[in-house]
Protein backbone atom coordinates (compact mmCIF):
# COMPACT_ATOMS: atom_id res chain seq x y z
CA UNK A 1 0.00 0.00 0.00
CA UNK A 2 1.27 3.17 -0.40
CA UNK A 3 0.65 6.28 1.87
CA UNK A 4 1.23 9.92 0.62
CA UNK A 5 1.34 12.48 3.15
CA UNK A 6 1.82 16.38 2.42
CA UNK A 7 3.42 18.84 5.19
CA UNK A 8 4.05 22.35 4.97
CA UNK A 9 0.92 24.54 4.84
CA UNK A 10 -0.40 26.98 7.10
CA UNK A 11 -1.24 30.76 7.35
CA UNK A 12 0.29 33.19 5.71
CA UNK A 13 -0.30 36.95 4.04
CA UNK A 14 -0.15 38.19 0.54
CA UNK A 15 3.50 37.76 -1.26
CA UNK A 16 4.84 35.42 1.69
CA UNK A 17 6.32 32.16 0.18
CA UNK A 18 5.65 28.76 1.27
CA UNK A 19 6.90 25.39 0.35
CA UNK A 20 4.91 22.33 0.41
CA UNK A 21 6.60 18.58 0.71
CA UNK A 22 4.83 15.24 0.02
CA UNK A 23 6.39 12.21 0.68
CA UNK A 24 5.38 9.08 -0.46
CA UNK A 25 5.78 5.34 1.35
CA UNK A 26 5.19 2.00 0.67
CA UNK A 27 6.95 1.47 -2.27
CA UNK A 28 10.12 1.29 -3.68
CA UNK A 29 9.24 2.77 -6.69
CA UNK A 30 8.88 6.66 -6.28
CA UNK A 31 11.36 7.76 -8.80
CA UNK A 32 8.41 5.42 -11.76
CA UNK A 33 5.91 7.60 -10.24
CA UNK A 34 4.73 11.17 -11.77
CA UNK A 35 3.41 13.37 -9.46
CA UNK A 36 0.97 15.92 -9.38
CA UNK A 37 -0.74 18.97 -6.78
CA UNK A 38 -4.35 20.15 -7.12
CA UNK A 39 -6.23 22.27 -5.36
CA UNK A 40 -9.39 22.56 -3.80
CA UNK A 41 -10.70 25.90 -2.99
CA UNK A 42 -13.23 26.97 -0.44
CA UNK A 43 -17.21 26.50 -1.73
CA UNK A 44 -15.87 24.01 -4.71
CA UNK A 45 -16.52 20.19 -4.42
CA UNK A 46 -14.36 17.42 -4.69
CA UNK A 47 -14.75 16.93 -8.25
CA UNK A 48 -13.92 20.80 -8.96
CA UNK A 49 -10.11 20.51 -7.90
CA UNK A 50 -7.59 22.11 -9.96
CA UNK A 51 -4.70 20.78 -11.16
CA UNK A 52 -1.93 23.33 -10.33
CA UNK A 53 1.46 21.36 -11.20
CA UNK A 54 2.53 18.04 -12.29
CA UNK A 55 6.00 16.48 -12.60
CA UNK A 56 7.53 13.75 -14.94
CA UNK A 57 9.42 10.56 -12.94
CA UNK A 58 12.71 12.26 -13.46
CA UNK A 59 11.87 15.46 -12.85
CA UNK A 60 12.79 16.99 -16.07
CA UNK A 61 9.02 17.57 -17.63
CA UNK A 62 6.76 19.73 -15.72
CA UNK A 63 3.18 21.58 -15.88
CA UNK A 64 1.79 24.67 -14.48
CA UNK A 65 -1.58 26.04 -14.90
CA UNK A 66 -1.48 29.56 -15.70
CA UNK A 67 -2.46 31.09 -12.71
CA UNK A 68 0.60 30.22 -10.70
CA UNK A 69 3.04 30.33 -13.61
CA UNK A 70 5.91 32.31 -12.53
CA UNK A 71 5.24 31.88 -9.00
CA UNK A 72 5.19 28.17 -7.94
CA UNK A 73 8.06 25.76 -8.81
CA UNK A 74 7.83 21.60 -8.83
CA UNK A 75 10.40 19.51 -7.55
CA UNK A 76 11.34 16.37 -6.44
CA UNK A 77 14.16 14.39 -4.36
CA UNK A 78 13.85 10.65 -6.00
CA UNK A 79 16.71 9.96 -3.03
CA UNK A 80 13.76 11.17 -0.50
CA UNK A 81 10.55 10.00 -2.05
CA UNK A 82 9.69 13.22 -1.69
CA UNK A 83 7.96 15.91 -3.90
CA UNK A 84 7.88 19.68 -3.25
CA UNK A 85 5.99 23.25 -4.11
CA UNK A 86 7.42 25.87 -3.38
CA UNK A 87 4.57 28.71 -3.72
CA UNK A 88 6.53 32.29 -4.10
CA UNK A 89 4.33 35.48 -4.06
CA UNK A 90 0.96 33.90 -2.95
CA UNK A 91 -2.53 35.80 -3.38
CA UNK A 92 -5.59 35.77 -1.33
CA UNK A 93 -6.65 33.21 -4.28
CA UNK A 94 -4.27 30.51 -3.60
CA UNK A 95 -6.14 30.04 -0.77
CA UNK A 96 -7.45 26.16 -0.66
CA UNK A 97 -6.79 22.84 0.44
CA UNK A 98 -3.42 21.51 -1.46
CA UNK A 99 -3.51 17.76 -2.72
CA UNK A 100 -0.73 15.84 -3.62
CA UNK A 101 -1.52 12.81 -5.64
CA UNK A 102 0.95 9.78 -7.22
CA UNK A 103 0.24 8.46 -10.82
CA UNK A 104 2.10 4.64 -11.26
CA UNK A 105 1.14 4.46 -14.87
CA UNK A 106 2.19 7.20 -17.31
CA UNK A 107 5.68 6.11 -17.30
CA UNK A 108 4.74 2.57 -18.42
CA UNK A 109 3.34 4.03 -21.13
CA UNK A 110 5.38 6.99 -22.23
CA UNK A 111 3.06 9.59 -21.23
CA UNK A 112 3.21 12.76 -19.81
CA UNK A 113 2.08 13.11 -16.02
CA UNK A 114 -1.76 13.81 -15.91
CA UNK A 115 -3.67 16.50 -15.40
CA UNK A 116 -7.15 14.96 -14.61
CA UNK A 117 -7.85 13.53 -11.03
CA UNK A 118 -8.18 10.50 -12.25
CA UNK A 119 -5.09 9.54 -13.54
CA UNK A 120 -3.89 9.24 -10.62
CA UNK A 121 -4.09 6.37 -7.95
CA UNK A 122 -2.79 7.45 -4.38
CA UNK A 123 -3.46 10.70 -2.77
CA UNK A 124 -2.55 12.25 0.26
CA UNK A 125 -5.39 14.04 2.73
CA UNK A 126 -4.44 17.39 2.13
CA UNK A 127 -3.26 19.97 3.73
CA UNK A 128 -4.83 23.76 3.83
CA UNK A 129 -3.08 26.82 2.84
CA UNK A 130 -4.56 29.73 3.88
CA UNK A 131 -3.35 33.65 2.53
CA UNK A 132 -4.64 36.61 3.83
CA UNK A 133 -4.84 40.26 2.37
Known amino acids: QVQVEESGGGLVQAGDSVMLSCVVS?????????MGWFRQVPGKEREERECVATINYSGDTTYYTDSVKGRFTISRDNAKNTVYLQMNNLKPEDTAVYYC??????????????????????WGQGIQVSVSS
Open 26 to 34: GRRTFDKYA
Open 101 to 122: AADVDSMLYGAKPPRLQSGYDY
